[in-house]
């Protein structure tokens, strides 16, 4: 199995994703995934890291610094309606109780003490856009995008109809060459709609010095590290995945590979 591909152990509950820096050899991104029954409860402390709690599906009641911020989350699928999330900045404790069946993604990147306060991002917060045409079309939900107050983080979700393709035509934001390229870290959360289909992603440099192929299943992460990274979702399944990206800077400036520009005009 590919280096890049993290699977979930079937029928675990609690934290059954992690990945902090360390593990992906990398510097700026962490994710967890949590998977709750009613009742169960998850905290920790942010330390000099932010984070985005995102309520992937289910529900559950949060508190934040001590502050009861109310029960949060509505959808019981990810293809179904806009997420609730909240965000917490560096030095302050949370915790999550599920009311429901409650699957929870902590996004986190560095902390850099702007003084930012916790907040719910609820939907009516969120945009979302239609992005590509035919098969390329896919549907983007921006939990905390560049506009919105953070750190490091910037926290988006996508569902890719079957058969479409998405982050593609494929593009890259691997190098700190801004205004033309940001250097960003990226992970692919993936779910599938049947949950028993799988989609295609692939990882892959100019050089291909790093060129990997994956058939992601439902539940499954990949890092991105680098490169170009491309997503295909066979006919008849759709694909939902939530995207975790932080570098130095907070800014998303991606460069498409040369030989597939065409594709942006056709």
Request: aromatic letters at 8%.
């Amino acid at each position: 199995m590919s280096k890049l591909l993290i699977r979930p152990e079937k029928g675990k509950q609690g934290r059954v994703i992690q990945v902090t820096p360390q593990s992906a050899g990398w510097t700026y991104v962490g994710f967890d995934l949590y998977r709750l029954q009613p009742g169960d409860t998850v905290s920790a402390e942010t330390g000099e890291r932010e984070v985005c709690l995102v309520f992937v599906t289910g529900r559950g009641t949060i508190h934040a610094a001590g502050t009861d911020l109310g029960s949060l989350g509505e959808r019981m699928s990810p293809f179904e309606g806009k997420p609730w999330a909240v965000y917490a900045p560096q030095s302050l404790d949370w915790s999550v109780t599920a009311e429901t069946d409650l699957e929870l993604a902590v996004c986190s990147a560095p902390g850099l003490g702007s003084g930012l306060a916790a907040r719910v991002i609820n939907p009516g917060d969120i945009g979302q856009e239609t992005r590509g045409k035919g098969t390329n079309m896919r549907h983007v939900t921006n939990i905390l995008p560049e506009g919105q107050p953070a750190d490091s983080l910037l926290v988006v979700e996508v569902i890719t109809p079957g058969g479409h393709t998405s982050s593609y035509p494929p593009h890259k934001h691997d190098q700190d060459n801004l205004p033309a390229e940001s250097y960003l870290e990226e992970i692919y959360y993936h779910r599938l709609n049947p949950p028993q289909g799988f989609a295609f992603q692939r990882v892959y440099t100019d050089d291909r010095s790093l060129d990997e192929a994956m058939a992601v299943e439902d539940g499954d992460v990949v890092l991105v590290p680098k490169g170009y990274h491309p997503c295909a979702a066979c006919h008849g399944y759709d694909l939902y995945y939530l995207n975790v990206m932080a570098g130095p800077k907070r800014t998303w400036k991606f460069h498409n590979a040369a030989e597939h520009e065409w594709l942006m005009k056709a």
